[in-house]
Structure formats: C-alpha cells, structure tokens
C-alpha cells in the first residue's frame, strides 16, 4: 500500500461515540473553518452547515429525521451536522457541481476531525423533506447529508450487529477495482 497521511490512514467512520463528551467552540469552529477553505467551481462555495449540539432544539430536529437504524446510534454523538447546498448562485444559474464541492467541504471537516482526534460518520440515510421543514429551510437549499462528530465511544454499547462492523477489521476495495480500463 502507497504512504498515507496519518490523518487519512487512522481515519475512520465509528458507530460508538461518547455519550457524554462535547464539542468546545474552538473544535466547533475549526471544524466548519476546515470546511470553508475547501476547493469549489468558481469558488462558489454553495455548501450550508447547520450545528446541532446534543440537547438543543436543532440537534433533535435532526436526529428526528434520520431513519430509525440511524438514530439507533447517532443520538450519543456530540454533535450533528446538516450539510446542505445552494442549488442555484447569486444570478439564478444551476449549480451543477454543489454537491460535490459539498462533498469536498464535508471531506475537509473530516480530515480537520481526525486532527482534532474527533471522529465522524457521515449519514444519507434521512428524510430531507423532513429536514426541509423542521429547519424551515429555504427552497433553493438542498441538505444532502449528515454528518455525527464526536469522541470514540464504546464499541460494546452498541447493538450486536453495529457491534460486530465496528470492532471488525477496516477493509477497503484493492486500487484495481476502483481504477476504470
């Protein structure tokens, strides 16, 4: 396997987090800093970030729209992130690339987590129309994911079958599969 950075080689998406841990402000900030200097098309930068930290209203206004396999663990992160993108720009036009910069703002959150020896899960499995509502979201704003920050929790905590994916060996696709011919 080629050199990885420590922080994409020890990175990774836990089901256990600490039920008890918080975020501070300052990895809050960090993280959503990481996020805003990502790349995008035209540096349009058409990603949206909403922060539910656990008790407040936002975070069980998100938790409440994920689907129930989701919230069977995500409820015990820190925090959960609604990462939404502008689908049209400031004269009206498609933004046909949002959701991939999204993607790149979400990844570049992930990689500042893993610095800040915090731990993310990014999670589609939700109702975005529910999303919409609740969070009285505007029209041309598009959630597409979220994303649950927090510490490691314990592993043994979880129900039996996300108990055996997470203490299991990490395996990714060998680089042949991925490369097209």
Not at 47 to 73: H, M, S
Request: charged share 20%; hydrophobic share 45%; aromatic share 6%.
């Amino acid at each position: 396997m080629a050199q990885l950075s420590p922080l994409l080689a020890t990175r990774w998406s836990p089901h256990a987090f600490d039920p008890v841990a918080d975020l501070t402000d300052a990895e809050v900030a960090s993280l959503l800093e990481a996020a805003r200097w990502a790349p995008s098309a035209d540096n349009t930068q058409p990603w949206r970030f909403l922060v539910g930290r656990r008790d407040d209203e936002a975070y069980k206004r998100i938790l409440t729209n994920l689907t129930p396999a989701n919230q069977r663990w995500a409820g015990r992160a820190s925090a959960l992130l609604l990462g939404a993108h502008a689908t049209t720009g400031p004269t009206g036009c498609p933004l046909t690339h949002a959701a991939y910069d999204l993607g790149q703002a979400v990844a570049h959150l992930t990689v500042q987590a893993t610095a800040l020896r915090l731990h993310v899960r990014q999670i589609s499995g939700f109702d975005a129309d529910g999303l919409r509502t609740d969070l009285e979201l505007a029209p041309a704003v598009r959630p597409h994911v979220v994303v649950a920050v927090g510490r490691l929790g314990d592993p043994y905590s979880l129900p039996d079958d996300l108990r055996a994916r997470e203490v299991g060996l990490r395996q990714r696709r060998p680089l042949t599969e991925l490369m097209l011919r």
